[in-house]
């Protein structure tokens, strides 16, 4: 069955403008969580959507927002964007049990001018 | 907080060398433990998990066992080959349910270890 799409693979943007970015999720999952990958900081976690709605959140800015839709497909949106948001981000996909393996996409690459 | 420690790499080894890559972690509560590997310009592929103590996961003849009394989850194969050269993150899923927030949907990583196999 199809995995996780992530889609674009690549952006570049200027700071100060804002990105979207897109995720579909392996279906019949329900849990989409997003992780942001750098050299410096590694994989971090961004938050957490099930069946529309944020139950978990992490150390991050409030310039990063999410949401859900009811197919389960999941947007990111970074408003504001700085130098230090170039980063690849991930998204995954689980029944959303802890105990459930995430399954993720190939990344968008964000980089920033 | 959680938290998952890698040995650090890079790790370089001849083809058909052992490799053991350690992991420790610390959690709240009682959590899965899962090892992904990522190839270069790739997303992270699920390598294997254990959801209990004592548990061994195992693939592609990689193998861990959970270990409650040491909290460790480590990694090894007996043989690799060249097409193991990748990163290896070993990862944490808490169950914990904490006062003002859950751990849903959260995958604690460690840093990674880079893994390099020479022919």
């Known amino acids: 069955k199809a995995g996780v799409t992530q889609t674009p693979r690549y952006l570049i943007k200027t700071r100060g403008q804002q990105v979207t970015l897109s995720c579909s999720p392996i279906?019949?999952?329900?849990?989409v969580s997003w992780y942001q990958q750098t050299p410096g900081q590694g994989l971090q976690f961004l938050f957490e959507?099930?069946?529309?709605?944020?139950?978990n959140k992490g150390n991050f800015p409030g310039r990063f927002s999410g949401r859900q839709f009811s197919n389960s497909r999941s947007e990111m949106n970074v408003s504001t964007l700085e130098l230090g948001d170039s980063a690849l981000y991930l998204c995954?996909?689980?029944?959303?049990?802890?105990?459930?393996?995430?399954?993720f996409g190939d990344g968008t690459r964000l980089s920033i001018l | 907080g959680d938290s998952v420690t890698q040995m650090e790499g890079p790790v370089t080894l001849s083809e058909e060398a052992f490799l053991t890559i350690n992991c420790t972690y610390t959690?709240?509560?009682?959590?899965?433990l899962f090892w992904y590997v990522q190839y270069p310009g790739e997303g992270l592929q699920l390598l294997l998990k254990?959801?209990?103590?004592?548990d061994k996961g195992s693939n592609k003849g990689f193998e861990a066992t959970y270990r409650k009394e040491t909290t460790s989850f480590h990694l090894e194969k007996g043989s690799v080959q060249v097409s193991d050269s990748a990163v290896y993150f070993c990862?944490?899923?808490?169950?914990?349910?904490?006062?003002?927030?859950?751990?849903?949907?959260?995958?604690?990583f460690g840093q990674g270890t880079i893994l390099t196999v020479h022919p």
């Open positions: 959507y099930f069946s529309e709605t944020q139950r």
């Open positions: 279906s019949g999952h329900r849990s």
């Open positions: 995954a996909s689980s029944r959303g049990q802890s105990n459930q393996p995430q399954h």
């Open positions: 990862a944490l899923s808490d169950s914990t349910l904490g006062a003002g927030g859950t751990s849903y949907g959260k995958l604690t």
């Open positions: 254990a959801t209990k103590a004592d």
């Open positions: 959690a709240t509560g009682y959590p899965s």
